[in-house]
């Protein structure tokens, strides 16, 4: 039986773009907007959530749980509603989606089991905005998915991958690891370019010969400023990730670096809908490179 109400935690730009989707294919999402941001709170408001004054008061709206937040807040995010569980006696499925190495998912999902809760191991694989333009996919696992898979088709798309905890997870992490990660390589090459003075330089090569890339990296970094708080937090997950199965985690390491200082630029204050989309990449390059760390 699918799950009706669907409650989210916590609905920012990527939570209530999916309550926004499930509501529009006829089931409920409900959140506790409590303590959030005007924007956050605005956001769900326009995609259609009811809100709770509580998590007490959302576990018991709620069929199923989906945590969709900053990465660096998933775990306590899973004890505070493993207190409400054993304080409400309300157990809804819950489901991590947030971008964590195996290794959390695993410690996040014992504090939900030991709640007496059900687990589900997820992350979501989505491009970036306009999310209208893009079906979510929810890469799920463990014992029990079906009280997720029953969501496929109703504005996501779900796949499940296997019965471990960490497997959804993993799979994440690679998916963000190349995508992000590029990201974070790309905008250190034009910072360096830029630091070095030769700005001018590498854009002509660029355009003379590799023009798709230098377009492609116009478009991918413009917002990276706007989001790179909530990248810091993903690239630490990903290098403990990779570090766990001997795999070097020292390139996501840098890409850590980057993003913190893409987050301490005057960009980061811009939201997705107040990025200057006329600032051309090497302006950018030139802000990022006046934010390097003095010697």
């Not at 916590?10 to 999402?29: I, Q």
């Amino acid at each position: 039986m699918t799950a009706q109400t669907i409650a989210i935690i916590s609905p920012g730009e990527l939570g209530s773009a999916v309550g926004g989707v499930l509501k529009e294919n006829g089931l409920a999402a409900v959140a506790c907007l409590s303590g959030r941001s005007a924007l956050t709170r605005e956001r769900a408001l326009a995609a259609g959530f009811q809100e709770v004054p509580t998590m007490e008061a959302l576990l018991e709206e709620a069929d199923l749980v989906l945590s969709i937040m900053p990465p660096a807040c998933a775990v306590d995010a899973a004890r505070e509603i493993a207190a409400a569980m054993k304080a409400t006696g309300h157990r809804p499925v819950y489901v991590d989606c947030n971008a964590i190495s195996p290794d959390s998912t695993r410690q996040a999902g014992k504090i939900i089991t030991d709640a007496g809760g059900v687990y589900i191991d997820g992350g979501i694989i989505v491009g970036p905005p306009p999310w209208e333009e893009r079906v979510p996919v929810f890469y799920v696992s463990g014992e029990c998915t079906d009280p997720m898979t029953a969501l496929d088709g109703k504005g996501i798309s779900v796949r499940v991958i296997g019965s471990e905890i960490g497997s959804a997870s993993g799979l994440k992490m690679c998916s963000a690891a190349l995508r992000k990660g590029t990201l974070a390589l790309q905008t250190a090459v034009l910072i360096a370019a830029e630091a070095m003075g030769l700005g001018e330089e590498f854009e002509k090569e660029m355009l003379g010969s590799r023009e798709a890339l230098y377009r492609q990296m116009e478009s991918g970094t413009r917002r990276l400023p706007s989001v790179a708080a909530r990248y810091i937090g993903e690239m630490e997950e990903i290098a403990a990730a990779f570090s766990s199965v001997g795999v070097t985690p020292k390139f996501h390491q840098g890409a850590h670096d980057v993003y913190r200082l893409l987050a301490g630029t005057p960009y980061a204050t811009e939201t997705p809908d107040t990025i200057d989309g006329g600032r051309s990449l090497k302006e950018a390059a030139r802000t990022y490179a006046n934010h390097l760390p003095m010697e």
